[in-house]
């Protein structure tokens, strides 16, 4: 794969250069003096850091007036070429063109006009020192002015820097600040917060420095690659990494692709007096350069000895990886790949690369979509790290957590691109999900069958309910997977099976007796070996042993390998209609709590008869599954009032049959309280559907459904003003 890889790398290095996309040349570059090699951009990280402002005097020559310039690098002083002052500010009209002497160092300097100059800091003067500030540099340029390089590559002094040769800068700044004070030229210093570049190899700062470098001519061929992402050829996920990408794509600059490390790739560049052969080997060099000078021999030749940024190999990893520009049948299998998974923090060291070679070179985008993954941080948003201590140990959380736990607590807490707030607790919350899987098939496995005994009718619906609502789940999962939003499934799943499944059907069809219908049993097996499937890609190692466990005949394909559920079409009005029922039992189980009465003593409940209400009672197996679970001695539709306490059901006027003693101010500000809400609520979709941009833009089904939620919100509003009335009249 080492051969692969560098064969491509050569192969781009000389390609780029022959078509002048790639070039030689002196300019400033970031330096890291620790590892001594040049960085690319991406590769400094910025950071506020706390630091101080000096305000230094430089003496205007033959006069007993001084400049004050502000610094937070008086190391750099013996480097200085000119001060510059902005050409509108009347504070400096007199010393355009005058000189100033460099304190400490005498050196006599210009004091040059120039736009760059921010009047508003400091004092509005400005210390120029072209060979270690990127900005100096280009004023330098732009003033002919004389670059004078005070650091060596160690970010020591310099014999050019006249004072503290071979001293460290840091050492250096301390020593130059008490030597400028007792010279009288330090007039203050402040406390200061700057912005401070450093290596992300190393963490030195990075020192500004002109060096000879190689370069891609990055505007060139960005192009392609900045269209294709931004009209979704190239999904990112989450959509608003694009914005970041195109600013920095849109901005980019020459990428410096040399490093003056020993390890990495070669540059295969080979110089002869002031002549570059550039070729992907040093007999094609020779070649080259025999076409000019007949009689040189290899020896002759020398190589540089600076070696490749380590992105330039990584950029053409979807080509190299097939050996795409020698193998044509497997790169034409594979290319473009499916998915990229990355973090957010190498969109541009990586991800952005990838996809400006692969139209450079394929002609094609490298693959379809992207996903960005955040950040792992803890519970309090700090990022972790060793010195914080704040990362968990892994292999702990797995004893104590099980695998399928742990994985449940990273993937519950991972949206794409956000930040992953992890916290140990949502690894117990997964061990817990874990054991209710667990207990509920040994609740399942306890069940005895009866083949005689017929299963009832909530029996019947309570298991077509779940199966039309594990539908619409396989529908919200595959879309949500579908948009990367994986955490987004997991807890959807988590919510069925916890809720749904556990608290709501098994609780229904589970038996009195422990003997159950073989085909409640068979049909609540079927429910979980369909849960098993869609679990398995996040939990697997739970999942597979409830599989094998769920299955009495043995010669059966293992979860694993089972086909994926397939999204299909679900009853809706199924669906609405029990979960109206539940909602109606949850409602008798509060009121029960609240005034004192026993869950299993029987009590009646009438629902006022409607339309809707008369579609619920002629759903098979709805009253019958609703008496069963909330305990009611009676169930009907009344088209009259009857006493008794009232609750709201959707749009339905439930009155359950017990006689209220006690005070019921407090049931009269619950009602006052929902009451308001329902009236707001109306508001809020009446305002809705009187905007016509909405009315006329938004999708007909979803103007449907607003205008749904309207009625029903006016219906309940209705119901309750007259149970208000009901109370206030007793």
């Known amino acids: 794969m080492d051969e692969v890889r560098s064969s491509a790398v050569l192969k781009v290095f000389v390609d780029l250069y022959h078509k002048g996309k790639l070039y030689r040349g002196k300019r400033m570059v970031n330096w890291d003096p620790e590892a001594k090699t040049v960085l690319s951009n991406e590769e400094v990280l910025y950071a506020n850091e706390n630091s101080q402002l000096y305000h230094v005097k430089y003496q205007i020559e033959g006069s007993d007036e001084f400049l004050v310039i502000a610094t937070t690098r008086p190391e750099t002083i013996p480097g200085d070429t000119a001060i510059a002052v902005h050409p509108e500010d009347e504070r400096y009209f007199h010393l355009h063109g005058k000189k100033a002497v460099v304190p400490v160092i005498g050196r ?216 795409g520009f020698r193998n044509k049948e497997e790169i034409d299998y594979y290319y473009p790949t499916s998915v990229l998974v990355t973090g957010w923090d190498i969109i541009f060291l990586w991800v952005a690369r990838m996809i400006i070679a692969g139209y450079e070179w394929m002609g094609e985008k490298p693959f379809h979509d992207v996903y960005f993954t955040g950040m792992v941080r803890d519970k309090m948003r700090r990022k972790m790290s060793k010195s914080l201590g704040n990362s968990p140990d892994a292999l702990q959380l797995i004893a104590d957590y099980g695998a399928d736990g742990v994985r449940f607590g990273m993937m519950s807490c991972s949206p794409a691109g956000g930040d992953l707030l992890f916290d140990e607790k949502l690894c117990e919350q997964g061990r817990n999900f874990c054991n209710k899987m667990w207990n509920a098939l040994k609740l399942v496995e306890g069940w005895q069958t009866d083949e005689s005994k017929k299963p009832s009718e909530a029996d019947q619906l309570a298991f077509l309910w779940l199966s039309q609502k594990h539908k619409e789940l396989v529908e919200e999962v595959v879309k949500n997977i579908d948009e990367y939003r994986l955490s987004e499934a997991l807890i959807s799943i988590y919510s069925f099976v916890w809720t749904d499944f556990c608290s709501w059907y098994l609780e229904i069809v589970k038996p009195q007796d422990g003997v159950v219908s073989a085909e409640t049993k068979s049909n609540t097996v079927t429910l979980f070996k369909n849960i098993c499937t869609l679990l398995h890609p996040y939990m697997p190692f739970i999942t597979e042993e409830l599989w094998h466990a769920l299955h009495e005949d043995k010669a059966f394909i ?173």
Request: a negative charge; aromatic letters at 10%; charged letters at 30%.
């Open 108 to 323: 006599k300097i210009p004091i040059i006009a120039d736009e760059y100059v921010d009047r508003e800091f400091g004092t509005g003067a400005l210390k120029v020192t072209p060979a270690h500030d990127m900005n100096d540099y280009e004023i330098g340029k732009r003033h002919n002015l004389e670059v004078v390089e005070i650091f060596n590559e160690d970010a020591t002094m310099s014999r050019e820097a006249t004072i503290y040769l071979g001293e460290d800068r840091f050492v250096v700044r301390k020593k130059f600040v008490k030597d400028l004070d007792n010279a009288g030229f330090l007039q203050k210093a402040e406390n200061y917060q700057n912005n401070v570049g450093r290596s992300e190899r190393t963490n030195a700062v990075v020192e500004p420095r002109l060096s000879l470098q190689w370069y891609v001519d990055m505007p060139s061929i960005v192009k392609p690659a900045l269209e294709n992402v931004m009209n979704d050829n190239v999904s990112f996920f989450p959509k608003n990494q694009k914005n970041i990408y195109k600013h920095w794509m849109e901005n980019i600059r020459d990428w410096c692709i040399s490093r003056q490390l020993w390890w990495g790739h070669r540059i295969p560049a080979w110089y002869y007096q002031d002549d570059i052969f550039v070729a992907v080997n040093e007999e094609e060099a020779l070649l080259q350069a025999r076409q000019k000078y007949p009689d040189i021999a290899l020896q002759d030749l020398r190589q540089d000895e600076d070696v490749l940024d380590t992105w330039f190999s990584s950029w053409l990893w979807p080509i190299s990886v097939f050996d």
């Open 558 to 730: 293992d979860c694993i390998v089972s086909p994926f559920p397939e999204v299909g079409t679900y009853d809706k009005d199924l669906i609405s209609k029990v979960e109206q029922a539940k909602e109606i039992i949850t409602q008798v189980r509060d009121s029960r709590n609240k005034h004192g009465i026993k869950m299993r003593e029987e009590i009646p409940l009438h629902i006022i008869e409607t339309e809707r209400s008369r579609a619920l009672f002629q759903l098979s197996g709805w009253s019958e599954l609703v008496q069963k679970m909330a305990f009611l001695s009676s169930l009907s539709t009344t088209k009259e009032d009857k006493d008794g306490l009232v609750f709201i059901s959707g749009t339905e006027k439930c009155i359950l049959g017990i006689t209220l003693q006690e005070d019921t101010s407090e049931m009269v500000e619950e009602i006052i309280k929902e009451l308001e809400y329902q009236k707001g609520f109306v508001t809020s979709v009446l305002k809705k559907l009187e905007n016509e941009r909405f009315v006329s833009g938004a999708p007909a089904e979803v103007v449907e459904r607003e205008k749904a939620k309207l009625a029903d919100g006016k219906e309940r509003i209705k119901i309750l003003a007259e149970q208000l009335k009901q109370f206030n009249k007793n």
